[in-house]
């Protein structure tokens, strides 16, 4: 099994619209939880940190759940420069795995 | 402002030739990290360091080396050794202060012919 899994995509949706990424990890002993965004091209950035069972950033929200060892992304009125590749590396003490990302773009 | 830079953005070499890829960061992190990624996949971890004149082998170090003579520059060569070194070249750090959360660089696009 893979450390990481993530549905490649792409997700092809509406402005507007809510969308759902789900990524599930391997390892039960990782202790941190980040989600990424990657444009093209482009070095990742972080989109946010999720501890303990979530987190909320204005449209984004992200929950962790350490029993079924996934974490989710819920992204709310998808705008147009939410297109991109968002990546979640589970990690232990300083070291993160990243899979290959899902695919995100929004039309108008 | 506070960030990591690497240089240059894109590098190109010919099949034999060692290449050093720079990277520099003014964010105070111990640690920090080079990653490749191919195209379409994921990215890989080649070297990480955690503090200074320390080093820790990644998932893909073969035929790459490093060094950390300083806590703000971990600069990566690509050796002649390395069978495949066309790739994006990424450098991350990280702070304990701050749940190791990585911060990258932008990049340096290495092409070897």
């Known amino acids: 099994r893979k450390e990481v899994e993530q549905d490649p995509g792409p997700f092809n949706v509406p402005e507007g619209a809510t969308v759902a990424f789900n990524c599930t990890y391997s390892n039960s002993a990782s202790q941190s939880f980040f989600w990424y965004r990657q444009d093209c091209r482009k070095e990742p950035k972080l989109l946010m940190s999720v501890y303990s069972s979530g987190n909320e950033d204005g449209r984004f929200t992200a929950q962790l759940n350490r029993a079924s060892q996934y974490i989710s992304l819920l992204i709310r009125d998808s705008k147009l420069s939410d297109s991109a590749t968002y990546l979640c590396p589970p990690g232990g003490y300083n070291k993160l795995i990243f899979g290959a990302g899902t695919r995100l773009a929004v039309h108008p | 402002d506070g960030g990591i830079t690497q240089s240059p953005k894109y590098l190109f070499r010919k099949e034999g030739q060692n290449v050093t890829l720079s990277c520099e960061q003014n964010l105070n992190h111990d640690a920090m990290y080079w990653y490749r990624q191919d195209p379409g996949q994921g990215l890989r971890l080649i070297y990480y360091?955690?503090?200074?004149?320390?080093?820790q082998k990644g998932d893909i170090a073969e035929g790459y080396s490093v060094s950390r003579e300083k806590k703000e520059s971990f600069p990566l060569t690509v050796t002649s050794a390395q069978k495949n070194p066309t790739a994006f070249y990424l450098c991350a750090s990280s702070s304990e202060h701050y749940f190791y959360e990585q911060y990258f660089g932008p990049g340096t696009r290495l092409t070897v012919t």
């Open positions: 360091s955690q503090i200074v004149n320390d080093f």
